[in-house]
């Protein structure tokens, strides 16, 4: 069974910065996608980023553009998200996804447990 395993998440100013991490183990495709989508109280889940494995080919939304940065270390199977400028409004429930053949940008199989940010102004 695929996993993923995130870390990262925690409290922080407005204006600081978090890098989340998402371990996959279990994964077959040699070129799956990992993203990152987050849920804040009240409201639905929204895409954040995504990355392709082998390409390094990135995706941001909108909201996050200039601010987040996503990554991935190949050998070590490991995506990573990289926030800065933090703003309150980046408040979320973070969850790391993964698909095997990646053709949906919004549409992943895996999901992981979540981690919370919290961003206090």
């Known amino acids: 069974q695929v996993q993923l395993v995130e870390s990262g998440g925690g409290l922080v100013q407005a204006g600081g910065s978090l890098r989340l991490s998402c371990a996959a183990t279990?994964?077959?495709?040699?070129?799956?996608?990992m993203g990152w989508f987050r849920q804040a109280t009240g409201k639905e889940r929204e895409f954040v980023a995504r990355?392709?494995?082998?390409?390094?080919?990135?995706y941001y939304a909108d909201s996050v553009k200039g601010r987040f940065t996503i990554s991935r270390d190949n050998a070590k199977n490991t995506a990573y998200l990289q926030m800065n400028s933090l703003k309150p409004e980046d408040t979320a429930v973070y969850y790391c996804?993964?698909?095997?053949?990646?053709?949906?940008?919004?549409?992943?199989?895996?999901w992981g447990q979540g981690t919370q940010v919290t961003v206090s102004s």
């Open positions: 990355i392709r494995w082998i390409s390094g080919t990135t």
């Open positions: 996804a993964a698909d095997e053949r990646g053709v949906n940008l919004y549409e992943y199989k895996y």
């Open positions: 279990g994964l077959t495709s040699s070129n799956y996608a």
